[in-house]
């Protein structure tokens, strides 16, 4: 035989099966989900606004970075050119001096070779190395072979000649030196 109902247990179920008014879904549902969407709108409007500070601070320090980079190139080259302009001045004056009526060949000669010191002096101090390996052997990494020729003076595989100097800035190889490299004896010179 079937149970009877108990009211008591039907009328608990269904109450709790009923949210009450203040809970989302109830009948004071609708105002609590509009006062979600009013935050959520709020939230998503104070991110964005983060958002686009963020994205405008980014762009200040790039074109700011942009900025500092020219403008600590111009003071390098700045600081180069200060240490030529001396070596200008005198160039000058020997040019001044070489259009004389008199002018000696030999001094001429002399002042240009001191002209020439004081330059490389100057670039030195900023960094710039010569690269001149006569008799050095060849390294590919700073040396351009042009040609190969039989010595019987130099070892194979080492610089007879720079044709052209090679210069390295900081450590950096800015121009390879060309040079001609020993083949060692010449094939006649090896069978006898």
């Known amino acids: 035989m079937p149970e009877p109902e108990n009211n008591d247990s039907a009328t608990t179920a269904g109450t709790a099966a009923t949210p009450p008014p203040d809970t989302p879904g109830g009948e004071g549902g609708a105002p609590d989900l509009a006062a979600q969407l009013a935050a959520a709108k709020a939230e998503a409007a104070a991110n964005y606004d983060k958002f686009m500070r963020t994205a405008a601070d980014l762009e200040n320090f790039r074109r700011r970075t942009v900025r500092e980079k020219d403008d600590l190139r111009t003071t390098a080259a700045g600081r180069v050119l200060e240490d030529v302009f001396p070596v200008l001045d005198t160039l000058a004056l020997a040019i001044s001096a070489a259009r004389q009526p008199n002018a000696d060949l030999k001094s001429l000669v002399g002042g240009v070779d001191m002209v020439l010191t004081q330059l490389k002096t100057a670039l030195a101090n900023h960094g710039l190395k010569e690269i001149s390996p006569a008799g050095q052997p ?8 042009i040609s190969h020729q039989p010595s019987a003076e130099v070892k194979e595989e080492h610089v007879i000649t720079v044709v052209r100097t090679g210069y390295s ?22 069978k006898s």
């Open 138 to 145: 060849f390294d590919p990494h700073q040396h351009e072979a």
């Open 169 to 190: 800035l900081n450590g950096r190889l800015l121009r390879p030196a060309s040079v001609i490299i020993s083949s060692g004896l010449a094939k006649a010179e090896k």
